[in-house]
């Protein structure tokens, strides 16, 4: 799989070259702004290709990751998905009052999921933006063998 990353100039342009002949995928991120992508572009030989991305400001989401008891946990990565779309937002690592915020979302209800190595996994639901998510973690085991 072909990769190229770039940075715009003054006037928002960012040329990505040489790129051999090939469909990609191109996606355009700034903080403060909600990702954006647009699939399945199509590059000829010795051809030139302009994608216009128009950035949208982007909006939080923000709640809290406890384990099974009620208690606060550090350290487990939250992530989610837009309903309807299933478009991915940015990850993060929650706080030690267990607090995660995710940043740079366009609106609307997400699917949460959060896991952390030794307290498990599970699902929540929030709207950005918005406070108050909460994803209350299952527990975990160990697998050997």
């Not at 996606?27 to 994608?51: D, H, K, N």
């Not at 690592?93 to 979302?105: E, K, N």
Request: proline share 3%; hydrophobic share 30%.
């Amino acid at each position: 799989m072909n990769h190229r990353s770039g940075t715009t100039d003054g006037e928002g342009n960012c040329r990505l070259s040489p790129l051999p002949s090939d469909r990609y995928n191109v996606m355009a991120q700034a903080s403060g702004f909600r990702t954006m992508g647009v699939s399945r572009v199509i590059v000829a030989s010795g051809a030139t290709r302009t994608v216009r991305m128009e950035m949208q400001p982007g909006v939080s989401l923000s709640g809290t990751v406890t384990d099974m008891n009620g208690n606060p946990v550090e350290g487990a990565v939250v992530g989610g998905f837009h309903m309807g779309s299933f478009s991915s937002g940015v990850s993060a690592t929650t706080a030690a009052d267990g607090s995660f915020t995710l940043d740079d979302l366009r609106e609307g209800t997400y699917m949460l999921f959060g896991y952390h190595d030794e307290l498990g996994q599970a699902q929540g639901r929030g709207t950005a933006p918005g406070v108050g998510a909460s994803i209350k973690l299952t527990g975990g085991g160990t697998l050997k063998g």
